[in-house]
């Protein structure tokens, strides 16, 4: 036990403290009762959705399906860096907006972390097409991002009529970043090389544990867009992978699999943030958005959201804001939506996926100049958030 606590990074704490703060406030009425009880109600679909999607996405993972495939990406590319940099962008924003942005961060990064000594490629633009990907192109699908699924209620939309609503900010918000990588990532005098070597074919361990997870990961998100309720349908993924692996490979079903820091570190949140803004949060908030939905206040918003998600964290930002915008003001509020997916990629920790993504950069000795990560990161933030709520409003 005392060797578990040990190995409890700060993050860690930080997570398991918010909850605690959040318990607290409601065992001493700081939070009344019948509103923790209405943040738990909202919240638990999505914490088994996420739970759910992660397990999925782990087990596809130890499967080798991105492995797979990324390495078919790079023998497609056949040497050419620019070929390269579409099948990657594209292979990403997939893998983001189907499978959820900490999937492309958690589970994406160290696939192509790894494939780039094997192709001798230079890491870092592997690695920043992961990241700001993992952040810009979550915008499509409610699936895509916690802070979707939110808005997704909020809003009272379902998966196909939330994607006809954000089809041209997603567009947008990936064209931008595409444009952002090559420029001060990928073209030939900041990557070093003007072609790479072609990986060999990869050789799958399992044929059958790779045949299941691709094909559960295919049947996800079919039930998604027919309209499934997306915590079904990852369950019954999930259900599916973890069935294959009990019976091919059950070293691999760990406890550890449960992403459990998320859970906790969500549920905190739902309960920290009510009380917050009983306390003036609210105050804040609103005088920042303001409550126009015409005008600028779908820029405020967006604005406001990125802001605030570069300081601590899109979740909050998220949480804190809607509470502020009127109900009907659905535009205002996607505008916020915008800001806390595509605004969180100034600082490590504007996102979730952004900081598991340093600590596999970490883990794999990839260097990442933070000036140079923050000063590139405030450009895509201003002229995304600009475009993209810009193409939000001409297909309103």
Request: net charge positive.
């Amino acid at each position: 036990m005392a060797g578990g606590l040990r190995r409890l990074s700060v993050l860690d704490w930080i997570r398991i403290g918010l909850l605690a703060a959040g318990l607290v406030f409601v065992a001493t009425g700081l939070l009344p009762a019948a509103t923790a009880r209405e943040s738990v109600d909202r919240i638990a679909p999505l914490l088994l959705f996420l739970g759910a999607v992660i397990v999925l996405a782990e087990l596809t993972k130890e499967a080798q399906v991105f492995d797979v495939i990324a390495t078919r990406i790079a023998i497609v590319g056949r040497g050419s860096y620019p070929a390269l940099f579409l099948l990657c962008t594209a292979f990403a924003s997939l893998v983001t907006i189907f499978l959820n942005l900490d999937t492309t961060a958690v589970l994406l990064t160290p696939v192509m972390l790894a494939l780039a000594p094997r192709a001798k490629i230079a890491p870092l633009p592997l690695a920043m097409t992961t990241v700001w990907l993992a952040n810009t192109a979550s915008l499509l699908l409610p699936v895509s991002n916690l802070t979707n699924l939110l808005a997704m209620n909020r809003v009272a939309l379902g998966a196909r009529q939330f994607a006809a609503r954000m089809w041209a900010p997603e567009l947008v918000a990936v064209a931008v970043t595409m444009a952002f990588l090559w420029v001060f990532f990928w073209r030939r005098g900041e990557r070093g090389e003007d072609r790479y070597v072609p990986p060999p074919a990869p050789a799958v361990d399992d044929p059958l544990l790779f045949t299941v997870a691709g094909t559960a990961c295919v049947l996800f998100i079919g039930a998604i867009l027919a309209g499934l309720r997306i915590e079904v349908a990852a369950l019954v993924a999930a259900v599916a992978v973890v069935a294959a692996f009990a019976w091919r490979d059950r070293s691999k079903l760990v406890w550890s699999l449960i992403p459990w820091r998320l859970l906790v570190f969500v549920t905190g949140l739902f309960l920290v943030v009510p009380t917050l803004s009983r306390f003036g949060l609210a105050d804040v908030m609103s005088a920042i958005i303001g409550t126009d939905g015409d005008g600028d206040g779908p820029y405020r918003a967006a604005a406001a959201g990125a802001g605030l998600s570069n300081l601590v964290n899109n979740l909050p930002a998220y949480v804190a804001g809607e509470q502020v915008i009127p109900v009907a003001n659905h535009t205002q509020l996607l505008s916020l939506l915008i800001g806390t997916n595509l605004g969180p990629v100034v600082t490590p920790w504007g996102s979730l996926a952004t900081l598991l993504w340093f600590e596999w950069c970490r883990r794999r000795d990839v260097p990442v100049p933070l000036g140079k990560f923050m000063a590139t990161g405030a450009g895509l933030a201003a002229v995304g958030l600009t475009a993209t709520v810009g193409a939000l409003l001409l297909t309103s």
